[in-house]
T-cell receptor, first 114, second 111 residues
């Protein structure tokens, strides 16, 4: 079964450093999502792409976070500079374009900022 | 008011019992509803989706939707210890919109 690939699996960084996460969605999935999940809470959408275009980044802290999906396939999420409060699981998901298509999640990147 | 609210946990049931998980949503025009299961340290995995009022059954799982009451639930029959996880309710308002998750309900099934 096709999977959403994410790397790295774990990342430890010091505050004020830059960090980047990578995601490769399931082939053919036009919609790609980045979610952040703080321990004990539900996932919160950071950014949603339709092909290479951003369709929702209303909850992305744009002063420090950036995301791109240049060719409409894989995507990178960057944080610069990282803050202690950024420690969380960063989940990438993808779906077909159809309205009722469910999201398929990758294994996530566990970020710890020290 | 939160967009998606789930009944507070944790919820503990004995093995073989029925576990009932509840979710309410604020946007009356929401159209798609999903239940995800998340094991500790893992990513969410889809269990059920439901789009029309009524019940939808899949094995031991039954999703129930009542759009008039803005309420969606998940029943797990014959609960097993392997069902112990956090269950996330997720709601989508319309095509192209975000999928919004609730905070999750932690379920423990005791042998």
């Amino acid at each position: 079964e096709a999977e959403v690939a994410q790397s790295p699996r774990y990342k430890i960084t010091e505050k004020s450093q830059a960090v980047a996460f990578w995601c490769d969605p399931i082939s053919g999935h036009a919609t790609l999502y980045w979610y952040r999940q703080i321990l004990g809470q539900g996932p919160e959408l950071l950014v949603q792409f339709q092909d290479e275009s951003v369709v929702d980044d209303s909850q992305l802290p744009k002063d420090r976070f950036s995301a791109e999906r240049l060719k409409g396939v894989d995507s990178t999420l960057k944080i610069q500079p990282a803050e202690l409060g950024d420690s969380a699981m960063y989940l990438c998901a993808s779906s077909l374009e159809a309205f009722n298509s469910p999201l398929h999640f990758g294994n996530g990147t566990r970020l710890t900022v020290t | 008011q939160k967009e998606v609210e789930q009944n507070s946990g944790p919820l503990s049931v004995p093995e073989g019992a029925i576990a009932s998980l509840n979710c309410t949503y604020s946007d009356r025009v929401s159209q798609s509803f999903f239940w995800y299961r998340q094991y500790s340290g893992k990513s969410p995995e889809l269990i059920m989706s439901i789009y029309s009022n009524g019940d939808k059954e899949d094995g031991r799982f039954t999703a129930q939707l009542n759009k008039a009451s803005q309420y969606v639930s998940l029943l797990i029959r014959d609960s097993q210890p392997s069902d112990s996880a956090t269950y996330l309710c997720a709601v989508k308002v319309r095509s192209g919109s975000r999928l919004t998750f609730g905070e999750g309900t932690q379920l423990t099934v005791n042998p």
